[in-house]
């Protein structure tokens, strides 16, 4: 799986859009780009996939760059709970076996009241 | 409803004990994972099993083995337990579907270990 790299920490105020940026420069064309995230004490929780085109869903948005070297998870309106470790992962998505997620450091998002 | 569940939430053991981990998940994946979380919260995958194969990450001591008597349930026992094994595990699943990129994976809510 291709490697990640993303902002050891990062501010964001409540109610404001948090923008976690990842750079996965080395990412090959069948594999996408997965955004979990680990809210203190609990178990990690997915967020959102995507391979190439943008995604949405009701927790975020995932903007992907048209050449695939990066991409950004999109909080729109942060709250206190939002804050969390968040993980991108890049890996090929299998069939006819099992593959476990490969974590990093995450970026470590702290939401401000 | 619980989709993951895993117990005992908190297990602290002697140095040389053998334990289990149990996990159960309700949601009908037929794939199921075991992770470590260490002190400094670098989170690594260690088994992943399903009805077809055992995947086993090579780092992980023969101490640890994964056990599944059901679908449903991927127990971990943990032999001659030593004061590294102290950590947080997850257990995890997910379910192939017939689009690759399917293969969400849901979370347990963890086991902290405690070796003495």
């Known amino acids: 799986d291709a490697k990640t790299t993303q902002p050891t920490s990062m501010d964001c105020a409540e109610g404001r859009a948090a923008n976690l940026p990842c750079n996965h420069s080395?990412?090959?064309?069948?594999?996408?780009v997965y955004w979990y995230r680990q809210i203190h004490s609990q178990g990690p929780q997915y967020i959102i996939h995507?391979?190439?085109n943008n995604e949405t869903n009701e927790m975020a948005s995932l903007i992907i760059t048209e050449d695939r070297k990066s991409s950004t998870l999109i909080l729109p309106h942060a709250t206190l709970r939002d804050t969390a470790v968040y993980y991108c992962i890049v890996r090929v998505a299998t069939r006819g076996g099992a593959d476990g997620l490969t974590f990093g450091k995450g970026t470590h998002l702290i939401i401000q009241p | 409803d619980t989709a993951v569940s895993q117990t005992p939430k908190y297990l602290v053991t002697q140095m040389g004990n053998d334990k289990s981990i149990k996990c159960e998940q309700n949601l009908g994946h037929d794939t199921m994972y075991w992770y470590k979380q260490d002190s400094k919260k670098f989170l690594k995958i260690m088994f992943s099993?399903?009805?077809?194969?055992?995947?086993i990450n090579e780092t992980v001591p023969n101490r640890f083995s994964p056990k599944s008597p059901d679908k449903a349930h991927l127990n971990l026992h943990i032999n001659s337990l030593e004061l590294g094994d102290s950590a947080v595990y997850f257990c995890?699943?997910?379910?192939?579907?017939?689009?690759?990129?399917?293969?969400?994976?849901?979370f347990g809510p963890g086991t902290r270990l405690t070796v003495l």
């Open positions: 995507g391979l190439k």
């Open positions: 995890a699943s997910s379910q192939e579907g017939p689009r690759l990129s399917t293969d969400t994976q849901y």
């Open positions: 080395t990412i090959s064309g069948n594999e996408y």
């Open positions: 099993y399903n009805n077809k194969e055992l995947i």
